[in-house]
Nanobody
Framework: QVQFVESGGGLVQPGGSLRISCVAS???????TGWFRQAPGKEHEGVAC???????SYEDAVKGRFTATRDKVKNTMYLQMATLKPEDPGAYFC???????????WGQGTQVTVSS
């Protein structure tokens, strides 16, 4: 089982940008991988999923603002977040998505806070 470790979270002002990273313990080849977030008191939700064919799906609320990418050589994923809004904060996790969904392999998450 591939394990994931997230990093790069922090405090950002509304409208600001932040890039978070995720390192996988194994190959990302032939896997759908993506990002999830969990706001305080809420269930986790999918943010972006990079499908096996390389296409990416985004939650409607982040379309046009977030960009998910992955570097298969480094076994690393990134989530570039722009124009951050007050509803974006939470713990962000990475891992398998779609057919490869497996929250048991997520890391501890990385916290994103949006505040002035």
């Amino acid at each position: 089982q591939v394990q994931f470790v997230e990093s790069g979270g922090g405090l950002v002002q509304p409208g600001g940008s932040l890039r978070i990273s995720c390192v996988a313990s194994g190959s990302l080849d032939y896997k759908a991988t993506g990002w999830f977030r969990q706001a305080p008191g809420k269930e986790h939700e999918g943010v972006a999923c990079i499908n096996i064919d390389g296409t990416t799906s985004y939650e409607d609320a982040v379309k046009g603002r977030f960009t998910a990418t992955r570097d298969k050589v480094k076994n690393t994923m990134y989530l570039q977040m722009a124009t951050l809004k007050p509803e974006d904060p939470g713990a962000y996790f990475c891992g398998g998505c779609g057919v490869d969904y497996s929250p048991a392999n997520w890391g501890q998450g990385t916290q994103v806070t949006v505040s002035s």
